[in-house]
């Protein structure tokens, strides 16, 4: 049989959609693009060791400083980017219970019971 060959963005559509449905397996996934469960499995495993979620350092061989270096800065980026979010949220959040105060403040003084 021969091996087919799929385009980058295909993969890359793949992986985002097995990696954005945490409820679905790979089988579900290659099921629903028609390709075979090893192919997804290998182009999820391969793109999170390319953004360095996974560590290629087996447990006989021990991680270089170099390997290190790299693993620890995207984590930091993911932790940055994380941090930005939560901050936005509290910003968000704050400005919508301000609004409810002034809300509760305006309705309360218009009714005199």
Avoid: C
Avoid at 2 to 26: C, G, I, N, W
Avoid at 49 to 74: H, M, W
Avoid at 89 to 105: C, P, S
Wanted: charged share 35%.
């Amino acid at each position: 049989m021969p091996k087919k060959k799929y385009s980058d963005e295909f993969k890359a559509d793949a992986v985002a959609l097995y990696e954005t449905h945490p409820d679905m397996s790979y089988s579900q996934v290659a099921a629903d693009l028609g390709i075979s469960r090893g192919a997804i499995k290998s182009w999820v495993f391969q793109a999170r060791k390319e953004a360095g979620k996974v560590s290629t350092s087996s447990p006989d061989r021990p991680e270089t400083p170099e390997e290190e270096l790299a693993r620890l800065r995207v984590e930091n980026d993911s932790l940055r980017a994380d941090k930005r979010s939560l901050r936005s949220d509290v910003e968000r959040l704050e400005e919508e219970r301000a609004i409810l105060r002034k809300a509760t403040k305006y309705f309360a003084a218009e009714t005199t019971w």
